[in-house]
């Protein structure tokens, strides 16, 4: 009975949604680029996926929304900075959600945040069909990300919370989210890496406000509390225990890699102030005498941008950065003379050759590590001198030059 009533109740439930859907034309979303981050070393990266409470709106920029909430939150409670990223479709179901991942290398991430169901209570989705979708969903995920990548699936919010939605008929689909949730909690108690955050009500938000920015930390707090312990516990547990690569996947790995780097253009091209003024910020900060902008071409080290540094290029064989790129964090040799895996570098017998290097990844827009930012002088120096959090924020900020057009910069 309760089948047929949902039959007869799901077009006219379409019709309305789509309706009031109209109302958030006059609502703001952020329009910055969908990521944010908080300072600190050996960050975690967590991806937000979905729709509802993912798409910001009520906010004009994405580090007042779930993004720099979620970033800011975490990194409090763990001390370690926190990178994320958002994938957010406004009008993502159940069922179009494994298309949205398309092409995303999820492998990366040691958390994946999903926001889904706003869309499938209002169209009354029948519970079988989402608990098929969501279980193809789930298997996606695992299958695709690291095996100590953490799956956090947020109920669905209160669809009355939400003010176009705020009517009788509202309260029927607030009705069938209920049943939603209760398919997506038992689905995630019998999935190994899936852990179900239940819909925490939210402050309400100023007269004229859709949402604030104290609605979305309010949110941020309760999934940080909850990502946490599990972030903590794979750290433990399984961060070490990931299995080396085999000989085709490290080449696959490569491939992807340089695929990246030709992607972006960047190789033989002129120098560029945006990244040759961060480069002498480096230098300066650090204190030394050299720096670079290294890029990894397949046999080769090219220096987009370079202080200190006589040569545009070396081999690949010798650069410290191809050794860098192989982490996720910084690789910091305090005395290059002393390190067995660099002690018979050309690049350090040289006369005046690199003694101490500090540098940290350099990531393309898809995730590939393409380069490295790098201090280095001929002087040794102690390795807890290095201030770990700003060499990170400079790489950053090549990051984020590498995602704007050359013209636009």
């Known amino acids: 009975m309760q089948e047929v009533i949902r039959w007869l109740l799901a077009p006219g439930m379409r019709a309305w949604a789509a309706a009031s859907e109209r109302g958030f034309g006059a609502i703001p979303v952020p329009t910055d680029a969908p990521q944010a ?145 209760r398919v997506t909690e038992r689905l995630c108690a019998a999935a190994d890496r899936v852990t179900f955050v239940p819909s925490i009500a939210a402050p309400t938000p100023p007269p004229g406000r859709y949402r604030s920015a104290e609605t979305y930390a309010h949110c941020a707090e309760a999934l940080a509390a909850r990502m946490s312990p599990l972030l903590a516990a794979d750290r433990v547990s399984t961060h070490d225990a990931e299995p080396a690569p085999s000989d085709e996947q490290a080449q696959a790995k490569e491939v992807r890699r340089q695929r990246a780097v030709d992607r972006l253009g960047i190789l033989d091209t002129p120098a560029e102030e945006r990244f040759d003024r961060i480069v002498a910020l480096a230098s300066t900060l650090f204190g030394t005498r050299s720096a670079a902008l290294t890029v990894i071409d397949r046999d080769r080290q090219w220096h987009k941008a370079r202080v200190g540094v006589a040569e545009r290029e070396s081999a690949r064989s ?30 350090v017998l040289a006369e005046g050759g690199i003694r101490f290097y500090a540098g940290f990844p350099i990531e393309s827009p898809s995730g590939e590590f393409i380069g490295a930012l790098c201090v280095f002088d001929p002087e040794p120096r102690a390795a807890e001198t290095v201030d770990l959090v700003l060499l990170r924020e400079l790489a950053l900020m090549v990051q984020r030059e590498l995602g704007v057009p050359p013209n636009l910069a």
């Open 318 to 347: 010798s650069s410290f950065c191809a050794v860098t790129i192989q982490s996720t964090s910084a690789m910091v040799i305090p005395d290059a003379s002393l390190d067995d895996r660099f002690r018979e570098n050309a690049l």
């Open 37 to 181: 981050h908080s300072a600190g070393i050996d960050s975690d990266r967590v991806l937000i996926f979905g729709s509802g409470l993912a798409i910001g709106r009520g906010v004009v920029s994405h580090n007042l929304a779930l993004p720099g909430s979620l970033a800011r939150a975490l990194s409090a409670q763990t001390g370690r900075g926190v990178d994320v990223d958002l994938i957010a479709n406004p009008r993502m179901t159940v069922g179009s959600a494994v298309a949205d991942l398309t092409g995303v290398r999820l492998s990366r991430y040691d958390a994946i945040v999903v926001f889904l169901g706003v869309n499938d209570a209002l169209n009354l989705t029948p519970t079988g069909v989402w608990r098929s979708e969501l279980a193809n969903l789930f298997r996606f995920l695992e299958g695709s990300s690291s095996r100590s990548t953490r799956i956090i699936v947020s109920g669905i919010q209160p669809i009355r919370s939400i003010p176009v939605f705020d009517s009788r008929l509202g309260t029927v689909a607030d009705s069938h989210a209920r049943l939603l949730n």
